[in-house]
Nanobody, 122 residues
Framework: QVQLVESGGGLVQAGGSLRLSCAAS????????MGWFRQAPGKEREFVAV????????YYPDSVKGRFTISRDNAKNTVVLQMNSLKPEDTAVYYC???????????????WGQGTQVTVSS
């Protein structure tokens, strides 16, 4: 079983940056694909970033590519989402999730954090 806790959300002006962290518990953390998803009010959950179990592969949708970076430190059981050049449309609750396979589909993830709010003002 894996437990995930996100932190680092908050209010930032457009063009600013935020660093989200996900702390994981569990002795098998290093075997999981880790992803970030977000959900804005009235909208469907959206894939944001994913990194494979050893951190050698990452994928991003066009909406965030070049602005967001996902990374992991298996020794510390942490995953980070660095968000730069933030836009108002990035406003959402951001979730960290763990999967046994490399996928961008939310239903493919077995464990989810509670979420952290990111608000970008214009």
């Amino acid at each position: 079983q894996v437990q995930l806790v996100e932190s680092g959300g908050g209010l930032v002006q457009a063009g600013g940056s935020l660093r989200l962290s996900c702390a994981a518990s569990g002795r098998t953390f290093s075997s999981y694909t880790m992803g970030w998803f977000r959900q804005a009010p009235g909208k469907e959950r959206e894939f944001v970033a994913v990194i494979n179990y050893i951190g050698s592969k990452t994928y991003y949708p066009d909406s965030v590519k070049g602005r967001f970076t996902i990374s992991r430190d298996n020794a510390k059981n942490t995953v980070v989402l660095q968000m730069n050049s933030l836009k108002p449309e990035d406003t959402a609750v951001y979730y960290c999730a763990a999967s046994r396979t490399l996928t961008t589909v939310g239903r493919g993830y077995d464990y989810w954090g509670q979420g952290t709010q990111v608000t970008v003002s214009s």
